[in-house]
């Protein structure tokens, strides 16, 4: 696919014009989850978009999101771009001052808030956030002053605007240029306060193309988003699924990644190395416990799967004997392991620590390919990452296409590219 956009909204427009029936998101409803297709996220999103309209907030102004990764966060981000906003993401977990502080310093107009517990925090300081005009809740009532509001009511004052503005709201994505701020990210750094990390549409654009020309995903994958979207890592996906179509399951709650896989049946899963940690030990720590022919079962299979890693590694694949005992492995042991993400699972994404070279050749002996990758806040996300045909674990594998990776003298990662701030 080879088409340029000028823009994330812009791009969004077009992928619901272009699959409007196609599955684009599954969200969590009571004991397993329901999808919407692309045509009703855009219809959400305009009506969400034409409510921050409605409520003032003009091109370029911050629109912030308080809140834990749901399928309420996408559409809001998508809402405040369309509206020719831009985005800044602060974390559930920051305390109040810090919440206060990135609010003032981004000028936000508009918060939205997971629920009241979020919201009252934020009100009850309204005054240390000069600039706010309304704080929009997914979850609880809005308040009588109206200063908080609910995101129904929200899509409500939207579609009374649109109503009065026929157009308007095809007219404001049509303006939002390329070079124009899309995110704002506020990082640690090294010292001092937090510093806001500006990254443009474009940034985004770039980083959907470059996942996109790698070909390590496709329109009928299915991917399984758990990660913080107030990080650059998890955004950079919400990028790229705009630009290739695939659909994703949203849920950002830790303790139900495993049982979620067994739901959502993922074709690939970004996750962090702790993750992987997590599950290593539990399977290792399982087979050791049930002892005796089990252990021994599961210490043969993962020697035969190491065998055929090093000849899939090498271009090559298992025959003979080797061939035969492999399958006999994943009958008896790799098989399950597989059932655990779902069945249906091409390879995880790695990445915002360092992946343990270990971790990475005991998946891939079980047969579950873990693409290590690498990049910044800085440069949006994804700057290097491993591909199938070179898979090599321990590193991070080359950058993607557009970006130059250049290592001075004094040992400096330089990066340059249209995915750096």
Known sequence: ???????????????????????????PDGDGFTPLTWRQVGEKVKALACGLRALGLKDEERGAILSSTRLDWILADLAILSAGGATTTIYPSSTTPDCLFILKDSAARVLFAE??????????QRSDAPDLVAVVVFDGEGTEDGFVLTKDALMEKGRAWDAANPGRFEAIVEAVRTDALATLIYTSGTTGLPKGVELTHDCWLYEAEGIDALKLLHEDDRQYLWLPLAHSFGKV???AQLRIGFSTAVDGRVEKIVENLGKVKPTFVAAVPRIFEKIYNKVVTGAKEAGGAKWAIFSWAFDVGREVSKLRLAGRPPSGLLALKHRVAHRLVFGKLEALFGGRLRFFISGSAPLNKALGEFFH????VIAEGYGLTETSAATCVNTFEKLRFGTVGHPLPGTEVRIAEDGEILIKGRGVM
Not at 1 to 11: A, G, I, K
Not at 115 to 124: F, M, P
Not at 365 to 368: C, E, L, R, W
């Open 365 to 368: 002996a079980a047969g579950i």
């Open 115 to 124: 629920n009241r517990e979020q919201a009252d925090r934020i009100a009850a």
């Open 1 to 27: 696919m080879n088409e340029t956009y000028r823009s994330v909204p812009h791009m969004f427009l077009q992928r619901v014009a272009r699959t409007p029936d196609r599955e684009a998101y599954l969200y």
């Open 237 to 239: 996906l919400e990028a």
